[in-house]
């Protein structure tokens, strides 16, 4: 590997491995750089207890309705007893994560390192930082047992039919999804039937998920598909063993 070829691995090593094969070594090495990164998130998230995911734009502001419509949906989500777990950032995941902190929740955040460093907000009870946007969604999806979509963009996006796609296809069965915010998903609302006429996906698939403006009936729905579930006790989250350096997680 030439000096800039080396230097351009250490700036962007996923850019790097995916521009096709490289030395096993090399390979190998990210791998492993990978297994660690997922180590590093389980010792940070293994004892929370359940959580729900909020998903949304880091470009909204504190005047935004959609961020204030956010703030209420953290606190409301502390009330059924869950976690509120985000992207760690700006915008809707501080709004979200505003609302659970403030009321006296769990308010945990999943921050990833950009090119221009993404700070994470300052309402969250605990954080761990991700390299690699996959790592970080899989144990986003790993921790949460329903998901609520704020308007966002591209990766507001991938992260709705991630979760889409994973219940679709059977990989994640009873956990409620919920879109909140009807003007703004409109026209995705109309892609989707535009789908179901070409039969691409099925007429059932529209029932995956609630389209909403209402809070309450977001906590209801959530209610009747997410919480009767017997793992959800808090008396089943593993215990941190000492003897592995693992740190018990301190409820406010």
């Known amino acids: 590997m030439n000096k800039k070829t080396s230097s351009a691995f250490k700036l962007n090593k996923e850019t790097y491995f995916l521009e096709g094969p490289h030395s096993r070594l090399k390979d190998f090495g990210f791998t492993l750089e990978i297994m660690f990164e997922f180590i590093k998130g389980f010792r940070t998230l293994h004892f929370v207890g359940p959580c729900i995911t909020v998903f949304g734009s880091a470009r909204f502001t504190e005047l935004s309705p959609y961020y204030q419509k956010a703030v209420e949906v953290g606190a409301e989500i502390t009330k059924l007893g869950f976690g509120v777990l985000t992207g760690g950032g700006p915008g809707i995941m501080q709004a979200a994560n505003k609302g659970a902190y403030e009321a006296g929740g769990i308010s945990i955040g999943c921050n990833i390192k950009l090119p221009h460093e993404q700070i994470a907000n300052p309402y969250l009870t605990r954080e761990v930082t991700f390299e690699h946007f996959f790592v970080r969604k899989v144990l986003m999806f790993k921790y949460s047992y329903a998901f609520i979509v704020m308007p966002g963009g591209m990766g507001t996006m991938d992260e709705l ?42 007429i059932k698939d529209l029932d995956l998920f609630l389209v909403t403006d209402d809070t309450q009936e977001a906590m209801e729905h959530i209610k009747r598909y997410a919480t009767d579930k017997p793992w959800l006790l808090r008396k089943n989250i593993p215990r941190p063993l000492k003897f592995l350096g693992e740190k018990v997680f301190f409820w406010r």
Not at 182 to 201: F, G, P, V
């Open 161 to 202: 039919f991630e979760a889409l796609t994973l219940i679709q296809t059977g990989k994640i069965k009873g956990f409620p999804v919920v879109l909140i915010g009807k003007d703004y998903w409109a026209n995705l609302l109309k892609m989707l039937d535009t789908m179901t006429e070409n039969r691409t996906i099925d």
